[in-house]
């Protein structure tokens, strides 16, 4: 079955840095399209950013546009965001995503890890 | 950007009756529309997608239905277990963004 297990969340300084990484299974990782979705605590979804399947085109909400840094490895089936110059508005659960359709960046998510808090404090 | 606007903010109801959620754009996406399920402490769940497709594993007691700017989420008769928040969200061609709606808290009544 298909398995998404987030990594990597952690207290953190404003300013710093953080990679969480997802690992997946029960599927085959290359062939699909991969999100980072966010949820700060008490509030709704908000997506962060999107990888296509063999890692040739990324796209970013504007919120992390230029700070926020989305990979794959697809020999190890992980995910990654790498995180730089957090935010206090950052602070959230943050979930990876499977895309649904093959090959394409689709629109929608249909398998989801269970997430990993990043908090951004001094 | 395409905003998503979810009503009524909270759905209060009571097992065995019919819920109906509504998710409005604020330009057509067309049938691309998915909604999910989230309940408290756990990762949503796909429920329908193209608008009215259930997900694998879905009850045929959740249907979708809509096009263009307006969208609806039914559910037939509440179970127990129904009792969430529910999110509808799209996908703009470009640049690609997706959104998410700002949800529909189903509680029991």
């Known amino acids: 079955q298909v398995q998404l297990v987030e990594s990597g969340g952690a207290v953190v300084q404003p300013g710093r840095t953080l990679r969480l990484s997802c690992a997946a299974s029960?599927?085959?990782?290359?062939?699909?399209?991969m999100h980072w979705v966010r949820q700060a605590p008490g509030k709704g979804l908000e997506w962060v950013a999107v990888?296509?399947?063999?890692?040739?085109?990324?796209y970013y909400a504007d919120s992390v546009k230029g700070r926020f840094t989305i990979s794959r490895d697809n020999s190890k089936n992980t995910l990654y965001l790498q995180m730089n110059s957090l935010r206090a508005e950052d602070t959230a659960v943050y979930y990876c995503?499977?895309?649904?359709?093959?090959?394409?960046?689709?629109?929608?998510?249909?398998?989801w890890g269970q997430g990993t808090l990043v908090t951004v404090s001094s | 950007e395409i905003v998503l606007t979810q009503s009524p903010a909270t759905l209060s109801l009571s097992p065995g009756e019919r819920a109906t959620l509504s998710c409005r754009a604020s330009?057509?996406?067309?049938?691309?529309l998915a909604w999910y399920q989230q309940k408290p402490g756990q990762a949503p769940r796909l429920l329908i997608y193209?608008?009215?497709n259930r997900a694998t594993g879905i009850p045929a007691r959740f249907s979708g239905s809509g096009s263009g700017t307006d969208f609806t989420l039914t559910i037939s008769s509440l179970e127990p277990e129904d009792f969430a928040v529910y999110y509808c969200?799209?996908?703009?061609?470009?640049?690609?963004?997706?959104?998410f709606g700002q949800g529909t808290k189903v509680e029991i009544k």
């Open positions: 029960g599927f085959t990782f290359s062939n699909y399209g």
């Open positions: 990888i296509s399947f063999d890692g040739s085109d990324k």
């Open positions: 995503a499977k895309g649904v359709v093959p090959a394409t960046i689709g629109y929608c998510f249909d398998y």
């Open positions: 330009q057509s996406v067309s049938s691309s």
């Open positions: 193209d608008a009215s």
């Open positions: 969200q799209q996908r703009s061609n470009w640049p690609p963004e997706w959104t």
